[in-house]
């Protein structure tokens, strides 16, 4: 039996030990630690043993911790919590969280389970099930714990990474029962309500989060910029300017890629120029990612060598950075530049994907390079076994019908693997028109037809031309019929200008616009001028 005076000595060596683990900052350290626990036969004592399996978990040690772990003969709810907590942190093994509770609950210890534990858990459903998420989502209503704010948070989070449905009407439905909403809930709630489509009430409720961050600003921009409304993206980024808060790297690429689509070059020259001056810490050389969409942005507003002189500036390059500077030259007519990237792209050893044999192709086909084309086509196959897709495919019959081998086009068409879509039959009927073949062009309206109205209706008019510029009159009355019983119009023209930073967007015959009166005088007096 050990003295009463051993006793003191005993607590206050558990009590170093456990002084030392929360000092410990190497793996090293710790082993050096756990040894003298086990030494001192400490091995079983449940505090001591659950601060270190923090720092193995915290410094990614997790079969150093599942080893400690298993030695363990009674391990209290600490104990289990920071096992379940480390593999929910996993994003390869977030699975054995749950295996873990059950093994919990076989041994009688889940009805101690507290909010720390469901807390982890429901982090470990929202990576693997939905289902078991649900399951624990049922226990925590049972502890009576659903009006904690931070498995609140949890619940709406696991329901939004969900999505669907179900999982999208779950977060909305948790979100509406909170009594305290964090800023981290309100801005997940934003990017389910932009991933869902609701831009409104993204907006709405935008305008009641009490304390922005840099997140809920930077939600609003993507989420604008990925439903398509891009002017309202770059709006947000300019109040985003005015409030003072600092420009993170994903609002400056979502920014920059709006340009890109809105064809902004003077925005997002300003963009370039306000980052490279190393505002707010960002290093537009480490940040390949940024680079990229300036590179994109550049390209897709004409300013090809701009968009080059970014790409040569990088230190570091992605796949993404490659496919992006070839695709940018290929659309705008480049090819020896293109086709030289794509070689300087294989010297540095990059292997290519079907993004950047796609751009190579566009390449080909927009500057009549048959021959080059075949070969690069055959090249992607045998050489790095990439199957052709549809966009392959389009380019190719793009290639041929630019360069008049409509025959070549037409036989190619009939050995697709997939179903040609609307890309391919207009892609041939442009060559048809040019050459005024009406024999190919026919067969290419007989399968246009079958397309959905709203996406043959251009095609039905381009072959009708082909037919007038045949003067086969009978023929695009033929068609014009057609269009009438497919209930289908020809679609309106539609034109972009900007003024003064502002981009305007015109349709044909639209007599909506603000100044419609003043629009339709000047194009008229233009109009009298030009004749």
């Not at 043993?49 to 990614?60: E, N, R, T």
């Not at 994109?296 to 060598?305: D, K, L, R, S, T």
């Not at 045998?382 to 630019?402: A, T, W």
């Not at 246009?448 to 009978?474: C, F, H, M, T």
Request: proline share 2%; hydrophobic share 40%.
């Amino acid at each position: 039996m050990k003295s009463k005076k051993s006793l003191p000595n005993s607590r206050q060596l558990q009590q170093h030990l456990f002084s030392l683990l929360q000092k410990c900052e190497t793996t090293g350290r710790l082993t050096q630690i756990h040894t003298q626990i086990i030494t001192n036969g400490f091995s079983q004592k449940n505090y001591i043993i659950a601060k270190l399996l923090s720092f193995c978990i915290d410094y990614g040690e997790l079969s150093y911790a599942h080893k400690t772990f298993q030695l363990i003969e009674n391990p209290s709810l600490s104990i289990w919590n920071q096992m379940i907590r480390g593999y929910a942190s996993s994003e390869s093994s977030s699975k054995e969280s749950i295996k873990l509770f059950k093994q919990m609950e076989r041994t009688g210890m889940v009805h101690a389970a507290d909010e720390f534990t469901y807390s982890f858990l429901l982090t470990a459903c929202s990576k693997s099930s939905l289902r078991e998420g649900e399951q624990v989502h049922a226990r925590i209503l049972l502890k009576g714990l659903c009006s904690n704010v931070i498995l609140q948070t949890k619940l709406v989070n696991m329901y939004a990474v969900a999505g669907g449905d179900i999982g999208n009407a779950m977060a909305c439905e948790m979100f509406s029962k909170m009594t305290q909403r964090s800023v981290v809930t309100c801005n997940l709630m934003l990017s389910l309500h932009f991933r869902s489509g609701r831009v409104d009430e993204a907006w709405k409720l935008f305008e009641e989060i009490p304390e922005k961050n840099v997140v809920s600003w930077t939600t609003m921009i993507s989420g604008y910029a990925r439903n398509g409304r891009c002017e309202l993206a770059l709006m947000w980024f300019g109040e985003m300017q005015r409030a003072g808060i600092e420009l993170d790297q994903v609002a400056m690429v979502e920014a920059v890629s709006a340009c890109a689509e809105l064809g902004d070059l003077k925005l997002g020259r300003q963009i370039h120029s306000y980052i490279e001056k190393g505002s707010d810490g960002i290093n537009l050389q480490q940040s390949v990612s940024l680079t990229n969409a300036i590179i994109h942005m550049y390209a897709n507003c004409g300013a090809i060598e701009e968009a080059y002189s970014a790409f040569k500036g990088m230190l570091h390059r992605s796949l993404i950075s490659w496919n992006t500077m070839i695709v940018g030259f290929a659309k705008q007519g480049c090819r020896v530049e293109a086709l030289g990237v794509f070689r300087w792209m294989l010297t540095a050893g990059v292997r290519p994907d079907e993004v950047t044999f796609l751009g190579v192709l566009c390449a080909c086909s927009h500057t009549g390079m048959v021959k080059e084309g075949r070969h690069y086509f055959d090249y992607m196959v045998l050489s790095f076994e990439i199957q052709p897709n549809i966009k392959h495919y389009g380019c190719m019959v793009d290639l041929f019908s630019r360069a008049g081998l409509l025959d070549e086009a037409q036989q190619l068409i009939q050995t697709i693997p997939m179903k040609p879509n609307d890309v391919i039959w207009g892609a041939l009927l442009g060559g048809c028109r040019v050459y005024k073949n009406i024999e190919i062009a026919k067969y290419a309206g007989d399968h246009i037809v079958e397309l959905k109205p709203n996406r043959a209706a251009g095609y039905l008019v381009l072959l009708a031309n082909v037919y007038a510029s045949a003067k086969k009159w009978d023929h695009v009355e033929r068609i014009k019929q057609r269009m009438v019983e497919m209930q289908v119009n020809k679609p309106s023209g539609r034109s972009w200008i900007q003024i003064d930073g502002v981009v305007h967007d015109f349709i044909a015959g639209d007599l909506t616009h603000e100044n419609a009166p003043a629009i339709y005088n000047m194009a008229s007096q233009i109009a009298r001028q030009s004749v």
